[in-house]
């Protein structure tokens, strides 16, 4: 198993471009997330989802937007990019809703100018 | 808004030695979860406690919880340079749905 897949490890946008990061699990888990990385605060919450065809916001879901047609693939789309979106994204996923441990991928580091 | 809070931010020990870090937080929860990230890397689990367990044992980790003062640890027994790494306590909170919040992390620093 490769566990979960983020895609790309580095990126630089300039403001206002509009991209996608990947993200794919093979563990054949429900629950995928999306969680943003910067200094002093930890990780938050973007968006989840529960399962194909469901997905929810988070505690930061501003300028993001998800979707889940396979239960393998849940992708984070930026929009409109802008320099607070610098930082560092982590894809996450676990077999169920509540209670289990999460697996993380390896991370994208973005980077807004 | 965390619910997890570490304590305490960074922690520099020699190797040998013991390491505790502490968590607390704000609501009650289903279960506590610490992880361990490397720099530049992902988030690694390691040890999940239930809140009607006090506490765990994995190898060299020892997790402790106590709901009364909403407040957790975690022991690295006779720490190794190889534990340097940021440490994460995740709540999984009774009303948050599915959601893991993590707190700020301690940076722990083993010497050789």
């Known amino acids: 198993n490769a566990g979960v897949t983020q895609t790309p490890k580095f990126q630089v946008l300039k403001t206002g471009q509009s991209m996608t990061l990947q993200c794919a699990q093979d563990?054949?888990?429900?629950?995928m997330s999306w969680y943003r990385q910067d200094p002093g605060m930890g990780l938050r919450l973007i968006h989840y989802?529960?399962?194909?065809?469901?997905?929810d916001q988070g505690e930061v879901p501003n300028g993001y937007n998800v979707s889940r047609s396979t239960t393998e693939d849940f992708p984070l789309r930026l929009l409109s990019a802008a320099p607070s979106q610098t930082s560092v994204y982590f894809c996450a996923s676990s077999y169920h809703l509540q209670g289990e441990k999460l697996f993380f991928g390896s991370g994208t580091q973005l980077s807004v100018l | 808004s965390q619910q997890g809070e570490e304590d305490p931010q960074a922690l520099s020990i020699q190797e040998g030695e013991n390491a505790t870090m502490n968590c607390s937080y704000k609501?009650?929860?289903?279960?506590l979860q610490w992880y361990r990230q490397n720099s530049g890397r992902g988030l690694v689990h390691l040890i999940l406690i239930r809140s009607n367990e006090r506490e765990k044992h994995s190898g060299r980790l020892r997790v402790t919880l106590d709901t009364s003062k909403k407040s957790s640890s975690l022991l690295i027994t006779a720490s190794r340079a190889a534990d340097t790494a940021s440490y994460f306590c995740?709540?999984?909170?009774?009303?948050?749905?599915?959601?893991?919040?993590f707190g700020e992390g301690t940076q722990l620093t083993v010497n050789p």
């Open positions: 995740a709540t999984d909170a009774e009303l948050g749905g599915s959601r893991l919040t």
């Open positions: 609501t009650s929860i289903n279960n």
């Open positions: 989802s529960v399962g194909a065809g469901i997905t």
């Open positions: 563990m054949n888990h429900e629950y």
